[in-house]
C-alpha cells in the first residue's frame, strides 16, 4: 500500500504544482498535482520513470528530459493535471543494467532488446504505485500523457480508468 508522507508547494518554469511524497515500503514516489483532479474525469496525467542520464547529467541519449517537459507544457496550458515520478531507473532494472545495455543498443538493438541481451528484464517496472496514487487523488479518469500503449494498459488492469492516451512527440538530434 502505498501511503503519503508529506507535502508542499513547488514552483516550476511551468507553473505551480503541489508536490506530494508517498512510499510503498520499497521506494518514494512524487506526485506533482496542478489544480483540481479530485473527483474530475479526461485529467492529463504522466507516469515518469527516473531517469539520471537524462535528469541529472542532461544526457541526449534518450527522451526522457523532453517528455517531462513537455509533458508540465501541456499541463500548465489545459490548468490541471498529475505527474506521477516513480523511483524506476533503467525501466526497473537500475542504472547498472542502463550502462550495461548500452553496448547492445549502439549495436542497433531496441532499449528493451539491450536489457535482454544483457541479462535483464525488458520492463521490470510496476505501474501499481501510480495506480494506488491516482486512487489517493481521487481522480475519475486519466488521459495518459504517453508513448507506451503498455502503461496505459497496466493501470487498466489496477483499476484506473484511462480515458485516452495522448503521445508525447519530440524529435531528437544527437550532437
Known sequence: MTIKLAERELKTRFGNFLEILYYDGQSESIALVMGNVEKQENVFCRIHSSCISAHVFNSIECECREE?????????????????????????????????????????????????????KNDARSYRPAAE???DLNVKSVVLLTNNPDK????????????????????????
Do not use: C, F, P
Not at 496505459?152 to 550532437?175: C, G, N, P, W, Y
Open 68 to 120: 517531462m517537459e513537455m509533458s508540465q507544457a501541456l499541463i500548465e496550458k489545459e490548468g490541471r493535471g498529475v505527474i506521477i515520478w516513480l523511483d524506476q531507473e533503467g525501466k526497473g532494472n537500475g542504472h547498472l543494467a542502463l550502462m550495461a545495455s548500452i553496448k547492445h543498443k549502439k549495436a542497433g538493438l531496441t532499449q528493451s532488446e539491450a536489457y535482454i541481451r544483457a541479462g535483464y
Open 133 to 135: 496514487i491516482l486512487s
Open 152 to 175: 496505459a494498459e497496466d493501470l487498466r488492469l489496477a483499476s484506473t480508468i484511462v480515458s485516452d492516451t495522448k503521445q508525447i512527440t519530440i524529435s531528437m538530434t544527437e550532437t
